[in-house]
């Protein structure tokens, strides 16, 4: 997987007024069969349209995003829900699909959702299974008006499944053009290596990338409520650098951790809670000293040890106003060193 400077195929060129004069987006190359998709790195969430945020605001923020040289809008079949779990009541992908109708971008943007998500008020009980992930995403294609999505990640493993039945399922929508790239969200290396030596193994199409929590913050054993979140750790970073597969990765910047504390700002309790410690303590100073470097604030520092990794990495960003987008944004070519880097690991 490569690093790209701007993206092909009619999307936008990178180039972008977000701040800084000349600033260019870096981009990276997701390889499904039978295409490649010029991913920018840095990604736009979907996560609370509908809810906390309205969809006029929605609209600005992804109309924003475009202009800043962005071109990946991440949405999910459970996204934008303001009631118990209910898909047809779940506001995110109809928000982002009226979005694309309405703008006629559609060529512009490269469009990720995600399904199979196990049932929200019982995590146990799990949904990664061929009916589960065909009704889902005709509802997905349904709610955000389109024939196709770019990628389709599986929003969690049920690691009692062979991969051979959740592969073959993937596949079949692959080739019925309903998806072009298959992703693992919430998945271990492990798994997903074994899934794609199957698919290598019986002519299927194999993950082209996943997407875990992952930020320069060490993350606490359990530190999130829900336990089937998969975070960037040894293990699975050596999966990484093992594989190539590129990741995208939630949560970037720590919940605000380095921010806030190097500006001296309360950050919420969960937060401290979840990442506080003596290891993160260290790579504190080491953020500080980047920013003093570089001249940069923390969570342009943060976004960017994504983006300079050695795991390719797409770092999304779940800003709620223009004003914190076009801060997050405004330093996306950015790039650290190996070295800077490897001290945040």
């Given at each position: 997987?490569?690093?790209?400077?701007?993206?092909?195929?009619?999307?936008?060129?990178?180039?972008?007024?977000?701040?800084?004069?000349?600033?260019?987006?870096?981009?990276?190359?997701?390889?499904?069969?039978?295409?490649?998709?010029?991913?920018?790195?840095?990604?736009?969430?979907?996560?609370?349209?509908?809810?906390?945020?309205?969809?006029?605001?929605?609209?600005?923020?992804?109309?924003?995003?475009?202009?800043?040289?962005?071109?990946?809008?991440?949405?999910?079949?459970?996204?934008?829900?303001?009631?118990?779990?209910?898909?047809?009541?779940?506001?995110?992908?109809?928000?982002?699909g009226e979005w694309?109708?309405?703008?006629?971008?559609?060529?512009?943007?490269?469009?990720?959702?995600?399904?199979?998500?196990?049932?929200?008020?019982?995590?146990?009980?799990?949904?990664?299974?061929?009916?589960?992930?065909?009704?889902?995403?005709?509802?997905?294609?349904?709610?955000?008006?389109?024939?196709?999505?770019?990628?389709?990640?599986?929003?969690?493993?049920?690691?009692?499944?062979?991969?051979?039945?959740?592969?073959?399922?993937?596949?079949?929508?692959?080739?019925?053009?309903?998806?072009?790239?298959?992703?693992?969200?919430?998945?271990?290396?492990?798994?997903?290596?074994?899934?794609?030596?199957?698919?290598?193994?019986?002519?299927?199409?194999?993950?082209?990338?996943?997407?875990?929590?992952?930020?320069?913050?060490?993350?606490?054993?359990?530190?999130?409520?829900?336990?089937?979140?998969?975070?960037?750790?040894?293990?699975?970073?050596?999966g990484y650098i093992?594989?190539?597969?590129?990741?995208?990765?939630?949560?970037?910047?720590?919940?605000?951790?380095?921010?806030?504390?190097?500006?001296?700002e309360p950050l919420?309790?969960?937060?401290?809670?979840?990442?506080?410690?003596?290891?993160?303590?260290?790579?504190?100073?080491?953020?500080?000293?980047?920013?003093?470097?570089?001249?940069?604030?923390?969570?342009?520092?943060?976004?960017?040890?994504?983006?300079?990794?050695?795991?390719?990495?797409?770092?999304?960003?779940?800003?709620?106003?223009?004003?914190?987008?076009?801060?997050?944004?405004?330093?996306?070519?950015?790039?650290?060193?190996?070295?800077?880097?490897?001290?945040?690991?």
């Amino acid at each position: 997987m490569t690093d790209t400077a701007a993206p092909a195929g009619g999307l936008s060129a990178g180039r972008a007024e977000n701040g800084k004069e000349g600033c260019i987006m870096k981009f990276m190359d997701v390889k499904s069969t039978g295409c490649t998709l010029k991913l920018s790195k840095i990604a736009k969430g979907a996560d609370h349209f509908g809810v906390t945020i309205p969809k006029e605001r929605a609209f600005a923020l992804m109309d924003r995003y475009l202009e800043l040289g962005g071109n990946v809008i991440d949405t999910a079949r459970l996204y934008g829900r303001a009631r118990p779990f209910d898909a047809e009541f779940a506001h995110s992908e109809p928000i982002v699909g009226e979005w694309l109708r309405t703008r006629r971008n559609r060529d512009q943007v490269i469009l990720v959702t995600k399904g199979a998500h196990p049932v929200i008020e019982d995590i146990s009980k799990r949904r990664v299974n061929p009916e589960c992930i065909a009704d889902d995403l005709e509802m997905s294609l349904k709610a955000l008006g389109v024939d196709y999505v770019d990628i389709y990640f599986l929003h969690r493993d049920d690691p009692e499944k062979p991969v051979s039945e959740i592969m073959d399922a993937l596949d079949e929508h692959v080739k019925a053009g309903k998806i072009r790239a298959i992703g693992a969200s919430n998945w271990t290396c492990a798994r997903i290596d074994e899934a794609n030596a199957y698919a290598r193994a019986h002519g299927k199409t194999p993950f082209a990338i996943s997407q875990i929590q992952w930020c320069a913050a060490y993350v606490k054993p359990n530190a999130w409520p829900d336990p089937t979140i998969v975070s960037m750790n040894e293990t699975e970073y050596a999966g990484y650098i093992k594989n190539g597969l590129p990741v995208m990765a939630f949560s970037p910047q720590a919940n605000g951790y380095f921010s806030k504390l190097i500006a001296g700002e309360p950050l919420k309790q969960k937060y401290m809670e979840r990442y506080d410690c003596p290891e993160n303590r260290r790579r504190l100073e080491h953020i500080r000293a980047l920013c003093e470097k570089t001249g940069k604030s923390p969570a342009a520092v943060s976004l960017a040890y994504i983006t300079s990794n050695r795991v390719p990495g797409c770092a999304i960003i779940g800003c709620s106003t223009v004003e914190q987008l076009e801060d997050s944004m405004s330093d996306s070519d950015l790039t650290l060193t190996e070295a800077d880097c490897a001290a945040l690991v």
